[in-house]
Nanobody, 123 residues
Framework: QVQLVESGGGLVQAGGSLRLSCVAS????????VGWFRQAPGKERNFVAA????????YYADSVKGRFTISRDNAKNTVSLQMNSLKPEDTAVYYC????????????????WGQGTQVTVSS
């Protein structure tokens, strides 16, 4: 069993930065691929970024490539999402997610979800 708790959301102006954190409980966290998804009002939840269990590989949605960076520290059971050059279209609730494999995660086949953190980017 893995529980995920996100933090770090907030209100920022366009062009600004935020850093989201996802802290996990559970001894097996390091075995899971972890990612971030986001859901804007009235829209579907979409994949944003993911990282393999050992941090060797990362994946990003085209819309955030070059602006967002995902990283993890298994010793601290933490995954972070550094978001730079934020745009109003990045406004959404951001969810941390864990899955048994990176391929499942990229297909939104998620074993565990966090409760989400709101990110609002003003123009």
């Amino acid at each position: 069993q893995v529980q995920l708790v996100e933090s770090g959301g907030g209100l920022v102006q366009a062009g600004g930065s935020l850093r989201l954190s996802c802290v996990a409980s559970g001894r097996t966290f390091s075995s899971y691929a972890v990612g971030w998804f986001r859901q804007a009002p009235g829209k579907e939840r979409n994949f944003v970024a993911a990282i393999t269990w050992n941090g060797d590989s990362t994946y990003y949605a085209d819309s955030v490539k070059g602006r967002f960076t995902i990283s993890r520290d298994n010793a601290k059971n933490t995954v972070s999402l550094q978001m730079n050059s934020l745009k109003p279209e990045d406004t959404a609730v951001y969810y941390c997610a864990a899955s048994l494999s990176i391929n499942r995660l990229r297909l939104s086949l998620v074993e565990y979800w966090g409760q989400g953190t709101q990110v609002t980017v003003s123009s």
